[in-house]
């Protein structure tokens, strides 16, 4: 879902709220700034010091000689920054190239392989300000430095990283298919921040205090607001409460017969019982304990990749955040990239079973929303039952998997149309306009769309 100025959550799946993104001109590097020069052997000592200098003011001095609104100035600019090894320089150059041309296949190329071959600068003074801003919420966040991820957490150090390399998993996914798809995502200027808190509670308080909506309903979301995604161990979640429950009980009992036998029974044959007690309860204890992992497993990788996609999707000119998309792009894409574990290949080429069971079903028992009234939603409507919210993830799932495999160069031009489009609230014959204009009439869509389900494995 997309609420317009609100947090994104999701139901356990959700959307966003939408901030201007302003551009800085490039004369501002003029200015003091921390200077990467990445890219070349370094010379040693104060010699290299004064090298990185003397290239860094020649930068400075081409840059306000140059035209910064005139490609063929910026271009030149660049190529001579990223051969003196100011790589980073060059990608910002390349950056402001698509700003001005998004089509301009020199510029992504360069950017894209300095993205590549090169890892984000390290920006410490970034790190600390993120973590400084966090902590101020919790004192007691800690920081990891992935290749494309700041992940912030409070939660078990083990859960964290394994969240984190799944997010790095998620960006290789996410840039690999949409470029396959002959989309290009613009690379990341500075790593995404992901909050990880470690029980719901947290979660809920965060969510409160820092992007001021209520999320005791969610798992996770994304917020524009702050352009990070939050998460919280789905263990700690209400759902699971009556499964930790029973176990903490087992685990007394466990305990219990355990000091029992350890304390010695005289009699051989209550020593027998207590020990084929034991042998079931701790069966049992294991059984739901693995239940239990495994669920959360599901869950926990689901909303990871979920949201992730949102992030990214905001950050690499693949969306807009300046104003919200339907419903079924921003929501469809989304699912299209829900991992099922954190092992499982994802993405839109690969079969999303939960969601496809449920799309199958949803449309067995008719309860889809009718085409022309789905492409023109823009977020979930208020006091929706549960349901009818896992038919709409489910619609979106199908309806952007479907144009996806059938109609991609179409759904190219339709996501570059509207990300280019005047920052507006949509209206809805507008939003059918666009549509019909990309894919055909929607009562043509929806009949191939239907096709499309009950041919679904």
């Known amino acids: 879902m997309i609420p317009y100025n609100q947090s994104h959550p999701k139901p356990m799946r959700n959307c966003l709220n939408m901030v201007v993104i302003l551009f800085v001109p490039l004369m501002a590097w003029g200015l003091p700034c921390a200077v990467i ?100 919420f919790r004192s007691d966040l800690k920081l990891h430095v992935g290749s494309h991820f700041l992940v912030v957490y409070n939660t078990d150090r083990n859960w964290a990283i394994n969240r984190a390399v799944l997010l790095e998993e998620t960006h290789h996914t996410f840039f690999s298919t949409f470029r396959q798809a002959r989309q290009r995502p613009w690379p990341l200027k500075k790593r995404l921040v992901c909050v990880l808190l470690d029980d719901q509670k947290t979660f809920v308080e965060y969510a409160k205090k820092i992007d001021k909506a209520d999320m005791s309903w969610a798992s996770g979301y994304y917020s524009s607001r702050t352009n990070r995604i939050v998460f919280f161990n789905d263990v700690t979640a209400p759902a699971f409460k009556k499964v930790v429950d029973h176990i903490a009980k087992r685990k007394r009992q466990l305990d219990a017969i ?28 294991n059984f739901y304990r693995n239940r239990l992992k495994a669920i959360a497993n599901i869950t926990n990788s689901s909303k990871t990749t979920h949201e992730a996609v949102h992030q990214l999707s905001f950050n690499t000119n693949i969306q807009r955040r300046s104003a919200p998309d339907p419903f079924w792009l921003s929501e469809g894409l989304a699912t299209n990239y829900e991992a099922e574990t954190p092992s499982t290949k994802f993405g839109p080429y690969r079969p999303n079973r939960e969601r496809r069971f449920q799309l199958k079903k949803f449309y067995k028992d008719n309860k889809l929303i009718k085409m022309r009234e789905f492409v023109v939603m823009v977020r979930v409507p208020p006091k929706i039952k549960n349901d009818k919210i896992l038919a709409m993830y489910a619609q979106a799932y199908g309806l952007f998997n479907y144009l996806f495999r059938k109609k991609r160069d179409e759904l190219n031009l339709y996501m570059s149309k509207l990300r280019n489009k005047k920052p507006a609230v949509p209206k809805p014959n507008e939003m059918i306009k666009e549509f019909e204009a990309a894919f055909g009439p929607v009562s043509d869509v929806e009949r191939a769309f239907k096709q499309y389900i009950r041919l679904m494995p």
């Open 37 to 136: 020069a990445d890219g070349r052997a370094p010379a040693s000592g104060q010699g290299a010091k004064a090298a990185k200098d003397k290239i860094l003011d020649e930068f400075i001095r081409r840059a306000n000689a140059s035209d910064l609104n005139n490609i063929d100035h910026l271009m030149k600019l660049g190529k001579w920054a990223e051969g003196n090894g100011l790589i980073w320089k060059a990608a910002d150059i390349y950056h402001r190239v698509l700003r001005l041309n998004e089509k301009h296949d020199e510029a992504y190329t360069r950017w894209s392989n300095i993205a590549q071959n090169n890892r984000l600068p390290k920006d410490v003074k970034y790190q600390k300000k993120v973590l400084a801003e966090l902590r101020k």
């Open 258 to 285: 355990r000091q029992t036998i350890r304390r010695g029974v005289g009699d051989n044959d209550r020593y027998k019982k207590l020990v084929a007690q034991r042998n079931v309860v701790q069966k049992e204890l």
